[in-house]
T-cell receptor, first 114, second 114 residues
Framework: NAGVTQTPKFRVLKTGQSMTLLCAQD?????MYWYRQDPGMGLRLIHY???????AKGEVPDGYNVSRLKKQNFLLGLESAAPSQTSVYFC?????????????FGQGTRLTVV | AQSVTQLGSHVSVSEGALVLLRCNYS??????LFWYVQYPNQGLQLLLK??????LVKGINGFEAEFKKSETSFHLTKPSAHMSDAAEYFC????????????FGQGTRLTINP
């Protein structure tokens, strides 16, 4: 049972490049989330999904897009990377709302945009 | 909007000493409150949560937190610190919009001195 797996774990991008972060969970969870973690700011929600085929904006969605074509996968895309998107990105999933059931987090993706 | 304030970005205690990590929240309605822990190079893990059943909540690894409505606080404590408690701790509150997601505090890094 792998839980929540994020791919890749590390990446360096040049400004303007694009990339996709993959989050995969094998727990049949309905809810999935993408957070970014920056020093002194805790975790901020980028986008989330309450089920296959659905997505919603979080606190800091600008510059990111997401897709949830399959229940087990939640993709986070950066169309044109900017240095301000240098961060550690965490994916999480939960069976129901985060307030009702435990959320499980991946190990994170450390992204540097130069 | 809901918000969480963690007092002290860094806390250092000696092994065997009391651990106290402070969290204050702003909420106009009774919230759900959580503490998550992040060990080095790992994702977040649920430590405990308050859902109005009892004001004193016990979590894993000997941690507990007390909900004080009059003080809008949810401080985390452990009577005797262990070296393995060294980690970053996040307080979180449910958002008001249908409680679909959590709003995290800035985090407190706990260091244990031998």
């Amino acid at each position: 049972n792998a839980g929540v797996t994020q791919t890749p774990k590390f990446r360096v991008l040049k400004t303007g490049q694009s990339m996709t972060l993959l989050c995969a969970q094998d727990m049949n969870h309905e809810y999935m989330y993408w957070y970014r973690q920056d020093p002194g700011m805790g975790l901020r929600l980028i986008h989330y999904s309450v089920g296959e085929g659905t997505t919603a904006k979080g606190e800091v969605p600008d510059g990111y897009n997401v897709s949830r074509l399959k229940k087990q996968n939640f993709l986070l895309g950066l169309e044109s990377a900017a240095p301000s998107q240098t961060s550690v990105y965490f994916c999480a999933s939960s069976y129901r709302r985060m307030v009702d059931t435990e959320a499980f987090f991946g190990q994170g993706t450390r992204l540097t945009v130069v | 909007a809901q918000s969480v304030t963690q007092l002290g970005s860094h806390v250092s205690v000696s092994e065997g000493a009391l651990v106290l990590l402070r969290c204050n929240y702003s909420s106009s309605v009774p919230p759900y409150l959580f503490w998550y822990v992040q060990y080095p190079n790992q994702g977040l893990q649920l430590l405990l949560k308050y859902t109005s059943a009892a004001t004193l909540v016990k979590g894993i690894n000997g941690f507990e937190a007390e909900f004080k409505k009059s003080e809008t606080s949810f401080h985390l404590t452990k009577p005797s610190a262990h070296m393995s408690d060294a980690a970053e701790y996040f307080c979180a509150v449910s958002d008001q919009e249908g409680a679909q997601k959590l709003v995290f505090g800035q985090g407190t890094r706990l260091t244990i001195n031998p």
